[in-house]
């Protein structure tokens, strides 16, 4: 198989009888990355599945409004972090259970899965993200596990660079604070 291609993936997206190969080849590429940045917002790994699907779904049904303004990663990814979003704030609606503290449930769906194998320290982690604002978390994410550079960020979220810088170093300092109060 060929590495992969985004000028060659595009040409196939613009001809209707190459179209599903192009798409095809774009889920190859990144369902991988995208699972795991959806994973570490709702935690539960059947949720991931599930938003993983619906977000290409959505790709797929919307691909011929791709314009190629931006890149095909960062058009996917504005799309599952919107799928994201959408889903924790269902969640949330729906949560009548803790009032005062929202992401408990995340916890507990984190502690009880089966997928999780992490060790003490990354569950420590976990639950200092999950102390984030949702944004904060989001940003965190992408740079610290997928490396993302800010300004690809910034065309995910139409944000400026310096927002991100800010939001990045809060999540941070949050975050440390969070397990030196766990010490």
């Not at 590495?3 to 774009?26: A, C, H, W």
């Not at 259970?97 to 194998?117: C, G, N, R, T």
């Not at 065309?155 to 990045?168: D, H, M, N, P, Q």
């Amino acid at each position: 198989m060929n590495p992969y291609n985004e000028q060659e993936v595009l040409k196939l997206l613009q001809d209707e009888s190459t179209q599903r190969k192009g798409f095809e080849m774009i889920v190859a590429q990144y369902s991988e990355q995208l699972y795991w940045q959806i994973r570490r917002m709702v935690l539960s790994h059947d949720d991931a599945n599930d938003l993983l699907q619906n977000a290409f779904v959505k790709a797929w049904m919307n691909i011929d409004y791709f314009r190629a303004e931006a890149k095909l990663s960062t058009w996917l990814y504005r799309i599952a972090l919107n799928e994201c979003i959408t889903f924790l704030n269902k969640q949330r609606a729906a949560n009548t259970v803790s009032i005062d503290d929202p992401e408990a449930v995340l916890v507990q769906k984190l502690e009880s899965d089966p997928y999780f194998s992490g060790d003490d320290a990354q569950l420590l982690l976990q639950k200092a993200l999950l102390a984030l604002p949702e944004k904060q978390r989001m940003v965190f994410n992408l740079k610290y596990f997928q490396e993302m550079k800010y300004e690809e960020m910034s065309e995910i979220f139409g944000t400026s660079v310096g927002a991100l810088k800010a939001s990045y170093h809060h999540a941070v300092k949050k975050i440390e604070k969070f397990l030196e109060e766990i010490d």
